[in-house]
């Protein structure tokens, strides 16, 4: 057993218990410093000098494109007073006024992408300039301008406006939305709830991509197109519409479109990819709108026909369980020349399965203008065959 110098061993131990005893000592005068609050030298409370960087990948994303984001502003025409302003006659001004009989109707969110020359241009959706009389642009810094409306497309819900570009100090810069994973950053900015909420930020995730989410265009309550869109829930309230979602490198990745809004859910936006915007916008900004081929009828979902005519009228087959029905032929049309005609049932379009009108309209926008397409066909109970040349038009179907 080796000798142990319990004197040496004292001394440690007491040297150690004094440094403890200091550290104790130490501590309750910082505990008492921090009882006292943070107090000046005149025994006034202080605010504390922030100690932490609070910067991040979003504060950083946020800085690159937040200028570029503004409020885009619905102007419609005022209902007619007839006692004029304040009960005055406005008899014999004419249209010197007319601009100011404009009433703000609605406000969205959108973002200059592009200057030309002393243009400058700005995305949003078509939902927000809609039934418009005239648009207004509230940029970051709280200038308010007047926008031209370049052209606006219902199906895609895209719009292009443009102002005087000496006020414009930021331009966003489009991703790459083919190449998102799910779980990466999403961040959105626009003006929620109206221009008093301008630039707001909200943070979220990409939830998921190719979604495909089905579109009431016309207001009818029927869902008569699928919109391909990403999912986040990052929160996007009424008046984000339009706006871009970005991701971590302060890229617009996306347009925000919708959001499921019910008491049951939370956190399901919705943005237009923008690898697709892109096509759509380079369009309109060229062309003022788009220009899709078109069949020429009018259609119902065979789903919406009742069993009784389905049988006496359509001589539907029974094993079939879906496709679209020809309420109308346009005259001179391209469907008219193929041989197409009212209560022929379409079940198949460029060898793809036709079930709805919604799956007809995205199959014939995946075609060009001058192809030749084949259609399949019930008529009385017996499958037909036809070509069509597709041709260009800038209305539905």
Same mark, same amino acid.
């Given at each position: 057993?080796?000798?142990?110098?319990?004197?040496?061993?004292?001394?440690?131990?007491?040297?150690?218990?004094?440094?403890?005893?200091?550290?104790?000592?130490?501590?309750?005068?910082?505990?008492?410093?921090?009882?006292?609050?943070?107090?000046?030298?005149?025994?006034?409370?202080?605010?504390?000098?922030?100690?932490?960087?609070?910067?991040?990948?979003?504060?950083?994303?946020?800085?690159?494109? !937040?200028?570029?984001?503004?409020?885009?502003?619905?102007?419609?025409?005022?209902?007619?007073?007839?006692?004029?302003?304040?009960?005055?006659?406005?008899?014999?001004?004419?249209?010197?006024?007319?601009?100011?009989?404009?009433?703000?109707?609605?406000?969205?969110?959108?973002?200059?992408?592009?200057?030309?020359?002393?243009?400058?241009?700005? %995305?949003?959706?078509?939902?927000?300039?809609?039934?418009? !009389?005239? +648009?207004?642009?509230?940029?970051?810094?709280?200038?308010?301008?007047?926008?031209?409306? +370049?052209?606006?497309?219902?199906?895609?819900?895209?719009?292009?406006?443009?102002?005087?570009?000496?006020?414009?100090?930021?331009?966003?810069?489009?991703?790459?939305?083919?190449?998102?994973?799910?779980?990466?950053?999403?961040?959105?900015?626009?003006?929620?709830?109206?221009?008093? %909420?301008?630039?707001?930020?909200?943070?979220?995730?990409?939830?998921?991509?190719?979604?495909?989410?089905?579109?009431?265009? !016309?207001?009818?309550?029927?869902?008569?197109?699928?919109?391909?869109?990403?999912?986040?829930?990052?929160?996007?309230?009424?008046?984000?519409?339009?706006?871009?979602?970005?991701?971590?490198?302060?890229?617009?990745?996306?347009?925000?479109?919708?959001?499921?809004?019910?008491?049951?859910?939370?956190?399901?936006?919705?943005? @237009?990819?923008?690898?697709?915007?892109?096509?759509?916008?380079?369009?309109?900004?060229?062309?003022?709108? @788009?220009?899709?081929?078109?069949?020429?009828?009018?259609?119902?979902?065979?789903?919406? @026909?009742?069993?009784?005519?389905?049988?006496?009228?359509?001589?539907?087959?029974?094993?079939?369980?879906?496709? +679209?029905?020809?309420?109308?032929?346009?005259?001179?049309?391209?469907?008219?020349?193929?041989?197409?005609?009212?209560?022929? @049932?379409?079940?198949? %379009?460029?060898?793809?399965?036709?079930?709805?009108?919604?799956?007809?309209?995205?199959?014939?926008?995946?075609?060009?203008?001058?192809?030749?397409?084949?259609?399949?066909?019930?008529?009385?109970?017996?499958?037909?065959?036809?070509?069509?040349?597709?041709?260009?038009?800038?209305?539905?179907?």
């Amino acid at each position: 057993m080796p000798n142990i110098n319990f004197k040496k061993l004292m001394i440690v131990g007491m040297t150690a218990s004094l440094l403890a005893g200091c550290e104790a000592i130490d501590q309750n005068q910082e505990n008492s410093e921090s009882k006292t609050g943070n107090v000046n030298k005149e025994g006034d409370v202080a605010v504390s000098e922030v100690k932490v960087d609070a910067s991040s990948g979003v504060t950083d994303a946020v800085s690159t494109i !937040d200028d570029a984001v503004v409020s885009v502003i619905n102007m419609q025409q005022a209902a007619e007073n007839p006692y004029g302003w304040y009960g005055g006659n406005t008899q014999g001004q004419g249209d010197a006024d007319e601009k100011d009989s404009l009433q703000q109707v609605g406000t969205g969110s959108g973002a200059v992408y592009k200057v030309d020359g002393d243009t400058a241009y700005i %995305f949003t959706n078509n939902h927000v300039i809609e039934g418009s !009389d005239g +648009v207004d642009v509230l940029l970051k810094d709280g200038t308010r301008v007047q926008a031209k409306v +370049v052209g606006a497309d219902v199906w895609t819900d895209l719009a292009v406006l443009t102002v005087d570009a000496k006020d414009i100090n930021t331009v966003a810069e489009f991703g790459d939305s083919e190449n998102l994973t799910v779980g990466e950053p999403a961040i959105a900015i626009g003006s929620p709830l109206g221009t008093d %909420f301008a630039s707001s930020v909200t943070s979220g995730i990409v939830s998921a991509i190719g979604r495909a989410v089905p579109v009431d265009t !016309d207001g009818d309550g029927e869902y008569d197109w699928e919109m391909t869109a990403i999912q986040t829930d990052a929160a996007i309230n009424p008046g984000n519409s339009g706006g871009p979602l970005v991701n971590i490198a302060g890229q617009v990745i996306g347009i925000n479109s919708m959001k499921i809004s019910t008491s049951t859910v939370e956190g399901m936006g919705f943005a @237009i990819p923008s690898n697709d915007a892109v096509d759509i916008i380079n369009q309109l900004e060229k062309s003022g709108k @788009i220009t899709r081929p078109v069949l020429g009828i009018g259609m119902v979902d065979l789903a919406m @026909i009742s069993q009784q005519q389905q049988q006496n009228v359509l001589k539907v087959p029974e094993d079939l369980k879906g496709g +679209v029905v020809i309420a109308e032929v346009t005259g001179g049309s391209a469907a008219e020349e193929a041989g197409l005609a009212k209560n022929d @049932i379409i079940v198949k %379009f460029n060898g793809a399965d036709v079930t709805n009108g919604v799956e007809l309209r995205q199959q014939i926008y995946d075609t060009k203008v001058g192809d030749n397409v084949e259609i399949e066909y019930y008529r009385n109970g017996s499958l037909e065959k036809t070509t069509i040349n597709m041709r260009a038009s800038d209305q539905a179907l």
